[in-house]
Protein backbone atom coordinates (compact mmCIF):
# COMPACT_ATOMS: atom_id res chain seq x y z
CA UNK A 1 0.00 0.00 0.00
CA UNK A 2 1.66 3.64 -1.16
CA UNK A 3 1.38 6.06 1.64
CA UNK A 4 -0.50 9.00 1.79
CA UNK A 5 1.35 12.47 0.67
CA UNK A 6 2.02 14.40 3.59
CA UNK A 7 0.00 17.56 2.32
CA UNK A 8 1.95 20.19 4.34
CA UNK A 9 4.75 20.71 1.57
CA UNK A 10 1.45 21.52 -0.51
CA UNK A 11 0.73 24.84 1.48
CA UNK A 12 3.08 27.59 0.67
CA UNK A 13 5.52 28.68 3.67
CA UNK A 14 2.59 30.34 6.14
CA UNK A 15 4.95 33.46 6.94
CA UNK A 16 5.46 34.34 3.40
CA UNK A 17 1.68 33.31 2.87
CA UNK A 18 0.70 35.81 5.51
CA UNK A 19 2.92 39.03 4.38
CA UNK A 20 1.27 38.36 0.93
CA UNK A 21 -2.03 38.98 2.10
CA UNK A 22 -1.32 41.59 4.16
CA UNK A 23 0.22 43.81 1.20
CA UNK A 24 -2.09 43.28 -1.18
CA UNK A 25 -5.14 45.41 -1.70
CA UNK A 26 -8.60 44.12 -0.35
CA UNK A 27 -9.90 43.62 -4.18
CA UNK A 28 -6.90 41.45 -5.64
CA UNK A 29 -5.94 40.05 -2.50
CA UNK A 30 -7.77 36.94 -2.60
CA UNK A 31 -6.94 36.48 -6.86
CA UNK A 32 -3.57 37.29 -6.44
CA UNK A 33 -2.70 34.89 -3.51
CA UNK A 34 -4.37 32.25 -5.40
CA UNK A 35 -2.87 32.44 -8.59
CA UNK A 36 0.40 32.31 -6.23
CA UNK A 37 -0.79 29.42 -4.47
CA UNK A 38 -1.68 27.53 -7.78
CA UNK A 39 1.40 28.47 -9.79
CA UNK A 40 3.41 27.56 -6.62
CA UNK A 41 1.45 23.59 -6.56
CA UNK A 42 1.57 23.72 -10.10
CA UNK A 43 6.00 24.01 -9.66
CA UNK A 44 6.13 21.28 -6.85
CA UNK A 45 3.83 18.85 -8.95
CA UNK A 46 6.55 19.19 -11.91
CA UNK A 47 9.63 19.48 -10.10
CA UNK A 48 11.20 16.69 -7.75
CA UNK A 49 11.92 18.50 -5.20
CA UNK A 50 10.21 21.50 -3.39
CA UNK A 51 12.79 23.75 -2.93
CA UNK A 52 12.89 25.77 -5.96
CA UNK A 53 8.82 26.13 -6.21
CA UNK A 54 9.44 27.49 -2.27
CA UNK A 55 12.37 29.96 -3.05
CA UNK A 56 9.88 31.11 -6.30
CA UNK A 57 6.50 31.85 -3.94
CA UNK A 58 9.32 33.26 -1.60
CA UNK A 59 10.85 35.79 -4.35
CA UNK A 60 7.34 36.54 -5.68
CA UNK A 61 6.31 37.76 -1.99
CA UNK A 62 9.48 39.25 -1.65
CA UNK A 63 8.66 41.44 -4.71
CA UNK A 64 5.09 42.35 -3.75
CA UNK A 65 6.67 43.39 -0.27
CA UNK A 66 9.28 45.65 -1.67
CA UNK A 67 6.29 47.37 -4.04
CA UNK A 68 4.65 48.33 -0.98
CA UNK A 69 7.65 49.69 1.00
CA UNK A 70 10.20 51.22 -1.31
CA UNK A 71 8.67 54.71 -1.33
CA UNK A 72 8.70 55.11 2.40
CA UNK A 73 11.92 53.12 2.88
CA UNK A 74 13.53 55.64 0.50
CA UNK A 75 12.08 58.39 2.56
CA UNK A 76 13.15 57.25 5.65
CA UNK A 77 16.84 56.56 4.55
CA UNK A 78 17.22 59.69 3.11
CA UNK A 79 15.79 61.66 6.23
CA UNK A 80 18.02 59.94 8.56
CA UNK A 81 21.49 59.56 6.62
CA UNK A 82 20.90 63.48 5.05
CA UNK A 83 20.92 64.23 9.38
CA UNK A 84 24.01 62.31 9.34
CA UNK A 85 25.88 63.43 6.24
CA UNK A 86 25.08 67.61 7.95
CA UNK A 87 26.24 66.51 11.31
CA UNK A 88 29.09 65.31 10.08
CA UNK A 89 30.57 67.97 7.59
CA UNK A 90 28.18 70.91 9.16
CA UNK A 91 28.86 70.43 12.64
CA UNK A 92 26.49 72.46 15.51
CA UNK A 93 28.40 74.91 16.92
CA UNK A 94 27.61 74.83 20.55
CA UNK A 95 25.17 76.50 22.40
CA UNK A 96 21.56 76.61 24.18
CA UNK A 97 19.52 75.81 21.40
CA UNK A 98 22.35 74.31 19.40
CA UNK A 99 20.34 70.86 17.77
CA UNK A 100 17.12 72.64 18.08
CA UNK A 101 16.67 73.30 14.13
CA UNK A 102 17.75 69.57 13.38
CA UNK A 103 16.13 67.93 16.04
CA UNK A 104 12.47 69.51 14.65
CA UNK A 105 13.72 68.69 10.87
CA UNK A 106 13.98 65.23 12.42
CA UNK A 107 10.98 64.70 14.44
CA UNK A 108 9.02 66.48 11.53
CA UNK A 109 9.93 64.59 9.32
CA UNK A 110 9.39 60.95 10.73
CA UNK A 111 5.97 62.17 11.88
CA UNK A 112 5.39 63.02 7.74
CA UNK A 113 6.66 60.19 6.81
CA UNK A 114 5.10 57.63 8.91
CA UNK A 115 1.63 59.52 8.70
CA UNK A 116 1.99 59.74 4.86
CA UNK A 117 2.87 55.53 5.25
CA UNK A 118 -0.59 54.44 6.45
CA UNK A 119 -2.20 56.86 5.30
CA UNK A 120 -1.50 55.87 1.53
CA UNK A 121 -1.20 52.12 2.16
CA UNK A 122 -4.73 51.91 3.93
CA UNK A 123 -6.11 53.89 0.85
CA UNK A 124 -4.60 51.61 -1.53
CA UNK A 125 -5.07 48.61 0.12
CA UNK A 126 -8.79 49.06 2.15
CA UNK A 127 -6.51 47.61 5.47
CA UNK A 128 -5.01 49.35 8.42
CA UNK A 129 -3.23 46.28 8.84
CA UNK A 130 -0.92 47.45 5.49
CA UNK A 131 -0.72 50.45 6.72
CA UNK A 132 0.91 49.58 9.94
CA UNK A 133 3.01 47.36 8.52
CA UNK A 134 4.22 49.63 5.73
CA UNK A 135 5.45 52.19 8.08
CA UNK A 136 7.03 49.43 9.96
CA UNK A 137 9.06 47.92 7.12
CA UNK A 138 9.76 51.38 5.75
CA UNK A 139 11.24 52.10 9.47
CA UNK A 140 13.70 49.29 10.00
CA UNK A 141 14.86 48.97 6.72
CA UNK A 142 15.14 52.52 6.19
CA UNK A 143 17.08 52.62 9.55
CA UNK A 144 19.55 49.72 8.14
CA UNK A 145 19.99 51.53 4.58
CA UNK A 146 20.50 54.89 6.84
CA UNK A 147 23.15 52.64 8.92
CA UNK A 148 24.87 51.26 6.18
CA UNK A 149 25.43 54.90 4.79
CA UNK A 150 26.45 55.94 8.29
CA UNK A 151 29.32 53.02 8.25
CA UNK A 152 30.74 54.45 5.05
CA UNK A 153 30.61 58.01 6.32
CA UNK A 154 32.82 56.84 9.52
CA UNK A 155 34.85 54.81 7.89
CA UNK A 156 35.75 57.50 4.88
CA UNK A 157 35.43 60.83 7.11
CA UNK A 158 34.61 60.48 10.81
CA UNK A 159 37.08 57.69 11.90
CA UNK A 160 39.91 59.79 10.45
CA UNK A 161 39.30 63.27 11.92
CA UNK A 162 39.62 63.47 15.79
CA UNK A 163 37.89 66.03 16.75
CA UNK A 164 34.82 64.74 14.63
CA UNK A 165 36.00 61.18 15.93
CA UNK A 166 35.26 62.94 19.65
CA UNK A 167 31.50 64.87 18.59
CA UNK A 168 30.15 61.22 17.22
CA UNK A 169 31.15 59.63 20.54
CA UNK A 170 29.53 62.57 22.38
CA UNK A 171 26.54 62.47 20.26
CA UNK A 172 25.72 58.65 21.15
CA UNK A 173 27.74 56.70 19.05
CA UNK A 174 26.83 53.44 17.04
CA UNK A 175 24.48 52.80 20.21
CA UNK A 176 22.35 55.31 19.13
CA UNK A 177 22.08 54.35 15.78
CA UNK A 178 20.80 51.02 16.59
CA UNK A 179 19.05 52.18 20.06
CA UNK A 180 16.44 55.34 18.60
CA UNK A 181 15.32 52.82 16.04
CA UNK A 182 13.88 50.57 18.21
CA UNK A 183 12.60 53.04 20.81
CA UNK A 184 10.94 54.81 18.27
CA UNK A 185 8.96 51.42 16.85
CA UNK A 186 5.75 52.10 19.63
CA UNK A 187 5.65 55.61 17.89
CA UNK A 188 5.67 54.53 14.42
CA UNK A 189 3.21 52.33 14.76
CA UNK A 190 0.84 54.70 16.64
CA UNK A 191 1.67 57.29 14.14
CA UNK A 192 1.00 54.49 11.23
CA UNK A 193 -2.22 53.34 12.64
CA UNK A 194 -3.53 56.88 12.97
CA UNK A 195 -2.84 57.66 9.25
CA UNK A 196 -3.74 54.17 8.06
CA UNK A 197 -7.07 55.11 9.99
CA UNK A 198 -7.71 58.14 7.88
CA UNK A 199 -6.72 55.90 5.02
CA UNK A 200 -9.62 53.74 5.42
CA UNK A 201 -11.80 56.51 5.84
CA UNK A 202 -11.62 58.42 2.54
CA UNK A 203 -11.03 55.12 0.41
CA UNK A 204 -13.41 54.36 -2.14
CA UNK A 205 -15.74 51.69 -1.74
CA UNK A 206 -14.63 47.95 -2.96
CA UNK A 207 -15.01 47.47 -6.45
CA UNK A 208 -15.38 43.86 -8.63
CA UNK A 209 -18.03 41.13 -9.06
CA UNK A 210 -18.56 37.83 -8.57
CA UNK A 211 -20.15 36.49 -12.36
CA UNK B 1 -4.60 60.43 -28.82
CA UNK B 2 -4.66 57.58 -26.22
CA UNK B 3 -1.68 56.83 -23.96
CA UNK B 4 1.09 55.32 -25.65
CA UNK B 5 1.90 52.00 -24.59
CA UNK B 6 4.76 50.85 -23.25
CA UNK B 7 6.02 47.24 -24.73
CA UNK B 8 5.33 45.63 -21.03
CA UNK B 9 1.75 46.75 -21.67
CA UNK B 10 1.45 45.69 -24.99
CA UNK B 11 2.83 42.21 -24.24
CA UNK B 12 -0.19 41.96 -21.28
CA UNK B 13 -2.72 43.58 -23.21
CA UNK B 14 -1.71 40.90 -26.34
CA UNK B 15 -1.95 38.14 -23.90
CA UNK B 16 -5.26 38.37 -22.38
CA UNK B 17 -6.28 38.67 -26.41
CA UNK B 18 -4.77 35.72 -27.27
CA UNK B 19 -5.86 33.73 -24.31
CA UNK B 20 -9.58 34.88 -24.77
CA UNK B 21 -11.76 33.35 -22.08
CA UNK B 22 -9.00 31.48 -20.20
CA UNK B 23 -7.20 35.09 -19.33
CA UNK B 24 -6.90 35.16 -15.52
CA UNK B 25 -3.37 36.47 -13.30
CA UNK B 26 -1.59 33.10 -13.71
CA UNK B 27 -2.39 32.37 -17.08
CA UNK B 28 -1.20 36.21 -18.19
CA UNK B 29 2.08 36.03 -16.22
CA UNK B 30 3.29 32.73 -17.95
CA UNK B 31 1.97 34.03 -21.38
CA UNK B 32 3.78 37.02 -21.14
CA UNK B 33 7.02 34.88 -19.37
CA UNK B 34 6.81 32.54 -22.44
CA UNK B 35 6.56 36.05 -25.06
CA UNK B 36 9.21 38.05 -23.44
CA UNK B 37 11.81 34.81 -22.64
CA UNK B 38 12.55 35.87 -19.01
CA UNK B 39 11.09 35.00 -15.68
CA UNK B 40 9.47 38.04 -14.32
CA UNK B 41 8.20 39.23 -11.00
CA UNK B 42 4.54 38.37 -11.04
CA UNK B 43 4.19 41.72 -9.03
CA UNK B 44 4.90 43.51 -12.16
CA UNK B 45 2.33 41.69 -14.41
CA UNK B 46 -0.61 42.34 -11.89
CA UNK B 47 0.77 45.91 -11.05
CA UNK B 48 0.63 46.28 -14.92
CA UNK B 49 -2.88 44.79 -15.08
CA UNK B 50 -4.66 47.36 -12.62
CA UNK B 51 -2.86 50.20 -14.31
CA UNK B 52 -4.21 48.88 -17.41
CA UNK B 53 -7.87 48.46 -15.64
CA UNK B 54 -7.70 52.08 -14.22
CA UNK B 55 -7.13 53.41 -17.46
CA UNK B 56 -9.72 51.62 -18.86
CA UNK B 57 -7.68 49.54 -21.40
CA UNK B 58 -9.03 45.64 -19.57
CA UNK B 59 -12.07 45.35 -17.60
CA UNK B 60 -11.84 42.61 -14.72
CA UNK B 61 -14.77 40.21 -13.47
CA UNK B 62 -14.41 37.36 -10.71
CA UNK B 63 -14.82 33.68 -11.15
CA UNK B 64 -15.18 31.04 -8.71
CA UNK B 65 -11.84 29.17 -7.52
CA UNK B 66 -10.64 25.73 -7.89
CA UNK B 67 -9.56 23.14 -4.93
CA UNK B 68 -5.91 23.99 -6.54
CA UNK B 69 -5.84 27.30 -5.46
CA UNK B 70 -7.71 26.43 -2.25
CA UNK B 71 -10.54 27.88 -3.67
CA UNK B 72 -9.96 31.35 -3.85
CA UNK B 73 -11.87 32.97 -6.82
CA UNK B 74 -9.77 34.16 -10.15
CA UNK B 75 -9.68 37.05 -12.02
CA UNK B 76 -10.50 37.14 -15.40
CA UNK B 77 -9.06 39.98 -17.82
CA UNK B 78 -10.41 40.81 -20.97
CA UNK B 79 -9.90 44.10 -23.61
CA UNK B 80 -12.07 46.85 -23.46
CA UNK B 81 -12.97 48.51 -26.63
CA UNK B 82 -10.11 51.56 -25.90
CA UNK B 83 -8.16 48.30 -25.11
CA UNK B 84 -8.66 47.29 -28.67
CA UNK B 85 -7.76 50.85 -29.93
CA UNK B 86 -4.78 51.47 -28.00
CA UNK B 87 -3.21 47.99 -29.14
CA UNK B 88 -4.01 48.95 -32.64
CA UNK B 89 -2.59 52.59 -32.43
CA UNK B 90 0.76 51.06 -30.93
CA UNK B 91 0.54 48.38 -33.80
CA UNK B 92 0.40 51.47 -35.96
CA UNK B 93 2.89 53.75 -34.80
CA UNK B 94 5.29 50.50 -34.47
CA UNK B 95 5.35 49.93 -37.99
CA UNK B 96 5.34 53.98 -39.48
CA UNK B 97 8.52 54.01 -37.27
CA UNK B 98 10.09 50.92 -39.39
CA UNK B 99 8.56 51.73 -42.46
CA UNK B 100 11.25 51.85 -45.74
CA UNK B 101 13.91 49.89 -42.72
CA UNK B 102 14.83 45.94 -44.61
CA UNK B 103 14.58 43.67 -41.73
CA UNK B 104 17.16 42.22 -39.71
CA UNK B 105 19.40 45.07 -40.13
CA UNK B 106 22.50 45.01 -41.53
CA UNK B 107 25.91 45.67 -40.58
CA UNK B 108 26.93 49.02 -38.73
CA UNK B 109 24.83 52.05 -38.91
Known amino acids: MTPARDPEPFEPPLLARMLLETVLPLETEESVSGDLIEEYRHRLLRGSSHRPAVFWYLRQVAGFVWRAIWMFTAFVAAAVALRDIVDTFVPVVPGPHAYQLRSAFTTWSAVAIYLSAGFVAALKSGKISTGLFVALASHVVGHLVAISVGAVLFFSVIARNLAALEEFQLSGGWGEAWSIPLMLVPIVAILAIVGACVGRLVRRPLTGRLT | ?109
Do not use: C, H
Open chain 2, 1 to 109: MADTLGTFEQAVLVAILRLGADGYGRRILIDVQERLGRELASGAVYATLDRLEAKGLVRSNLAPGTPQRDGRVRRYYVLTAAGVRALNESRKTAERIWRGLAWPLKGRV
